[in-house]
């Protein structure tokens, strides 16, 4: 064989056939840069408010009854308080008492709709950028399905006779 059929041969095998392309057409064709997606991260934070402790309510209801008020009366309060103040809560009648750190008793009197029985759970509601539970804004959900939105926050003082 002479050295040009060498060469000729050499670049036949070279140069890639029909089917040859195929294949690598398919290889380019799998290989697509990915879809770039936007992703929106929210956060969300729910703050627990857990039914309150047998000694808080012991404190307020059950006190010798020489020292026990006789009754409570409301006081008017600011339209917020800072819900990492808040101890625990309990239903009374048509409304929900908030045991504080500092020992005060609020009570937030909820929408006419609302039953303050569904909280004998505790309730949860969601954190806002202030901190603070506040009437006419802020809702809250029970552990058994209810949301109720607070339409009033009181200060409860002990009266005696």
């Known amino acids: 064989m002479n050295s040009f059929a060498a060469i000729v041969a050499v670049l036949a095998l070279a140069v890639p056939g029909p089917s040859d392309v195929d294949a690598f057409g398919d290889f380019r064709g799998s290989y697509r840069p990915e879809v770039q997606n936007q992703i929106q991260i929210e956060q969300r934070v729910i703050i627990r408010l857990v039914p309150s402790p047998p000694a808080m309510r012991r404190e307020v209801f059950d006190a010798p009854r020489a020292e026990r008020p006789v009754r409570y009366k409301e ?6 308080v800072p819900i990492d103040q808040i101890d625990g809560i309990a ?7 908030l045991f504080m750190h500092d020992h005060r008793l609020l009570s937030a009197t909820l929408e006419r709709v609302c039953d303050p029985d569904a909280f004998y759970l505790g309730a949860s509601v969601e954190r806002n950028a202030d901190g603070r539970l506040c009437s006419g804004r802020d809702m809250l959900r029970s552990r058994t399905g209810a949301s109720c939105q607070i339409s009033r926050i ?7 006779d």
């Not at 239903?91 to 008492?97: D, F, S, V």
């Not at 009181?154 to 005696?160: P, S």
Request: a positive charge; aromatic letters at 0%; glycine letters at 0%.
């Open 75 to 80: 006081k008017k309060l600011s339209r917020c």
């Open 91 to 97: 239903p009374l009648q048509n409304r929900l008492l």
């Open 154 to 160: 009181n200060r409860l003082v002990a009266l005696k």
